[in-house]
C-alpha cells in the first residue's frame, strides 16, 4: 500500500488579475480554491494516475470536513490526526498580463510533543513492511525539526521505502536512510549547496545531484518549469526531460503530480527512462489545469516528452 503524509495542509486561494501592482488596489478577474498540501496532492494525482492509497497527516480541525469531503470525491482514503485551529490558506496572485505569479504561503495551526507522538502512533498503526510512504512538504509549526528524520528512520528500521520532498532543514538529515526519491526544484538545490547554477549547465547541475546521492538518496528529481528536468540515479545513469507545451494555469501541485507520477511507474516498472516521462507529463497535466490533472491529459501530454540519456 502506498500512503502519503501532509504535515502541513493548506488551501490555495487562487486570484487571477490584470497588471498586478504593489501599494494599489488590484480587481480579482477570477478566483477559486484548490484544498491540498503537498502530500494529499500527491495522493489525488496517485489515485487520478489508477494508484490507491491513503492520505496521512495533521489537520486543522477549522477545516478537516472539507477536506475529507474533497478526499471521499476523489475516493482517496485518509486517516488524519486533528488538532485545534485552522489550515492555512495560501494566497496565489497570477497577473494575467505579464503571465506572472505571485505567492504569499501563510500561517496555520501548531502542533505539540503531544501531537507528534500522535503522528508517530498514527504512522505505525498503518505501515507494514513493504509499504511506501511519501513524506511531502512543510512541517506545522511547533513541531521539533527532528521529526522528519524520526520518521525516516522508523521506515528504513521497519524495511519500509519511502521518498520524501520538502526543503533542505527537513530533507538532509533522512538523506542516511536511503530515500527512493527525493525532488528539489533547481532553487531549492541551489539553496542546499548555497550555489547559482543555471539549468543549461546540465554538468553542474548532475554533480549537484550525485553529492546527494552520496549522502543517501537513491533517485533524484531536479526540477526546472519549462527549461524541463533532469533525473540522476545511483545505478542507472542520467536523464533530461523536456517540459511540455500548453497554458499555465496554476502551478499549484504541478511538482507533487511530479513525484506521483514517478512513483506510481517506478514502484511498477523500475524504469527510470520511463517514470520520468509519466512525472514530466503528469506536472504538466496539473499546471495545465485548474487542480489536479487528469488521467486522460496526463496520456495526451506524455506523446509530447522525451527523455535522453546525459553524461
Known amino acids: 500500500m502506498i500512503y502519503t503524509l501532509t504535515l502541513n495542509p493548506a488551501i490555495d486561494q487562487m486570484i487571477s488579475t490584470k497588471n498586478f501592482t504593489l501599494d494599489a488596489t488590484n480587481k480579482a478577474i477570477e478566483q477559486y480554491q484548490i484544498l491540498g498540501g503537498k502530500g494529499i496532492n500527491v495522493s489525488v494525482m496517485l489515485k487520478h494516475l489508477g494508484f490507491n492509497n491513503t492520505a496521512l497527516g495533521f489537520m486543522g480541525k477549522d477545516y478537516h470536513h472539507q477536506f475529507e469531503t474533497y478526499l471521499a470525491k476523489e475516493k482517496v482514503n485518509n486517516d488524519f490526526h486533528i488538532v485545534p485551529g485552522q489550515v492555512r490558506i495560501n494566497l496565489k496572485i497570477k497577473d494575467l498580463n505579464n503571465n506572472q505569479e505571485t505567492e504569499l504561503n501563510c500561517l496555520g495551526f501548531s502542533v505539540n510533543q503531544t501531537d507528534e507522538k500522535a503522528i508517530l502512533t498514527l504512522l505505525k498503526k498503518h505501515l507494514k513492511k513493504d509499504d511506501f510512504l511519501m513524506i511531502a512538504g512543510s512541517i506545522a509549526s511547533g513541531a521539533n525539526n527532528c521529526l522528519y528524520q524520526s520518521i525516516a528512520e522508523f521506515c528504513f528500521k521497519q524495511k519500509i521505502a519511502f521518498a520524501i520532498d520538502t526543503t533542505k532543514v527537513n530533507l538532509i538529515p533522512t538523506l542516511q536512510y536511503r530515500p527512493l526519491l527525493i525532488k528539489p526544484n533547481l532553487a531549492e538545490l541551489n539553496e542546499i549547496f548555497n550555489t547559482n547554477y543555471h539549468f543549461d549547465n546540465q554538468k553542474a547541475v548532475i554533480e549537484l545531484g550525485q553529492k546527494l546521492l552520496a549522502q543517501g538518496a537513491q533517485n533524484v528529481l ?56 509519466i512525472a514530466t507529463a503528469a506536472g504538466a497535466a496539473t499546471a495545465f489545469s485548474q487542480g489536479i490533472g487528469d488521467l486522460s491529459l496526463v496520456n495526451k501530454l506524455k506523446n509530447q516528452i522525451k527523455v535522453v540519456i546525459i553524461n
Do not use: C, H, R
Open 222 to 277: 531536479i526540477s526546472n518549469g519549462k527549461e524541463g528536468s533532469i533525473l540522476v540515479t545511483a545505478t542507472k545513469g542520467n536523464y533530461f526531460a523536456n517540459a511540455a507545451s500548453g497554458n499555465l494555469i496554476n502551478s499549484v501541485g504541478a511538482g507533487d503530480s511530479m513525484v506521483a507520477g514517478f512513483l506510481a511507474t517506478y514502484l511498477e516498472t523500475t524504469d527510470p527512462k520511463i517514470s520520468l516521462q
